[in-house]
Nanobody, 114 residues
Framework: VQLQASGGGLVQSGGSLRLSCAAS????????MGWYRRAPGKQRDWVAT???????NYANSVKGRFTVSRDNAKNTMYLQMNNLKLEDTAVYYC?????????WGQGTQVTVSS
């Protein structure tokens, strides 16, 4: 399984961005997908998860502002980020849990400015 993350960029506080994570390869083995992020000088933090049935979970820090979704026809997962805050600045990584291992995308930088 290969994951390609995109959609990051520079946005002002209060703005919005949508990240995408395109999956290819043996995607039939994937049930759970999600996002992590790593802010400068900090550990990696879990952001959101979506299962194949569509149920989602969010970190408290993004609940109500971020929405994770997936388009199974396009093999793509999205992270809609609204009302972005300075503390959302990080490299965002998508992941996918397979039957034998977890796969990671290359990361996309999100920078929120004041």
């Amino acid at each position: 399984v290969q994951l390609q993350a995109s959609g990051g960029g520079l946005v002002q506080s209060g703005g919005s961005l949508r990240l995408s994570c395109a999956a290819s390869g043996s995607i039939f083995s994937i049930n759970v997908m999600g996002w992590y992020r790593r802010a400068p000088g900090k550990q990696r933090d879990w952001v959101a998860t979506i299962r194949s049935a569509g149920d989602t979970n969010y970190a408290n820090s993004v609940k109500g502002r971020f929405t994770v979704s997936r388009d199974n026809a396009k093999n793509t997962m999205y992270l809609q980020m609204n009302n972005l805050k300075l503390e959302d600045t990080a490299v965002y990584y998508c992941y996918a849990v397979g039957t034998r291992q977890t796969y990671w995308g290359q990361g996309t930088q999100v920078t929120v400015s004041s």
